[in-house]
């Protein structure tokens, strides 16, 4: 009751949500999509210093956006056939979401010409360093707030 009260009287008021009724796995795939963004990136450090947060949103935002995107392939679920009690999955080629989104007759080509030009001036070697960079400045104001 303490908890609620103190997050009820807040200026703006933080609502409590709970997973979705007879749905006990729920928490299981938020923590599944979690690892692969934050957790993949930030690793499972506590972080509760709020001078992280512009760094963090800035990483997200730039370089880490970027090189997901342009950099890193992903499958795509093709087909998924259950067979008895197994199911059977077949996946497209990998292929990074740029090449995705180049590929897709949805996309106007003026928008596909935007990210041309941007996919031109990129360097994978270049993104990683500066990725690393600001992690490492991330990590060292998070372990400096432990202390």
């Known amino acids: ?13 933080i609502r409590f949500t709970r997973s979705r009724p007879y749905k006990k796995n ?12 934050a957790r993949q990136l930030l690793g499972y450090e506590r972080i509760d210093n709020p001078e992280v ?13 970027l090189y997901q995107n342009h ?28 090449q995705r989104i180049l590929n897709s007759s949805d996309i106007p080509n003026d928008r596909k010409l935007l990210l041309q030009q941007i996919h031109n001036t990129l360097n994978p070697f270049n993104l990683k360093k500066s990725i690393d960079k600001k992690l490492n400045a991330i990590l060292k104001l998070t372990r400096l707030s432990h202390l």
């Open 53 to 65: 947060i512009p760094l963090i949103n800035d990483l997200y935002a730039n370089e880490w956006s």
């Open 71 to 98: 950099c890193c392939p992903s499958m795509k679920l093709k087909t998924k056939l259950r067979i008895g009690s197994k199911y059977r999955k077949t996946y497209e080629e990998p292929i990074t979401p740029y």
């Open 26 to 37: 729920d928490n299981a795939h938020v923590e599944q999509k979690n690892w692969a963004q």
């Open 1 to 13: 009751m303490i908890l609620s009260r103190y997050f009820t009287n807040r200026k703006e008021p």
